[in-house]
């Protein structure tokens, strides 16, 4: 594996981790989303999907995003009677989206994008110390 080889794969992995933290920075921003109306859905958590796939140019296996996938948990209801989206006994549906979950995948996704960033790094490191020895 040449040098523009882990380069390119580093940057599938940065490109994936970044749409990655995108989805749950979405998330955390509708932990509070509930509908407008009674009987009307909050906001359904997003899950971001990955793939991986032969790249010929690279000669290995490179990480692609995939489609978002929907988490089909329960929501979580609250008794809130006042509220414009309140059902008949009062309850309120909330998103199914759990803030501890979701710092703790953006965590996941930020330690992964530093590896990935640190690949690109030493790589670029080793490819500046190549051209020095060459250069003599």
């Known amino acids: ?38 009987g009307e859905e909050p906001y359904r958590r997003r899950i971001p999907t990955f793939e991986s796939a032969f790249d010929p140019d690279v000669g290995g296996k ?23 989206a309140a059902d008949a006994r009062g309850y309120v549906q909330y998103p199914n989206v759990n803030p501890l979950i979701e710092t703790m995948d953006m965590r996941e996704a930020q330690r992964t994008y530093e590896a990935n960033l640190n690949v690109v790094t030493v790589t670029r490191q080793m490819l500046g110390r190549t051209l020095d020895i060459l250069r003599g």
């Open 1 to 38: 594996m040449d040098f523009n080889s882990s380069l390119r794969i580093a940057a599938t992995g940065l490109h994936a981790q970044t749409a990655r933290m995108r989805v749950i920075a979405e998330n955390l921003a509708n932990v509070d989303s509930a509908g407008k109306a009674p």
């Open 62 to 84: 490179i990480v692609e995003v995939g489609n978002l996938a929907y988490d089909m948990s329960a929501f979580t209801s609250r008794y809130e009677p006042g509220h414009p």
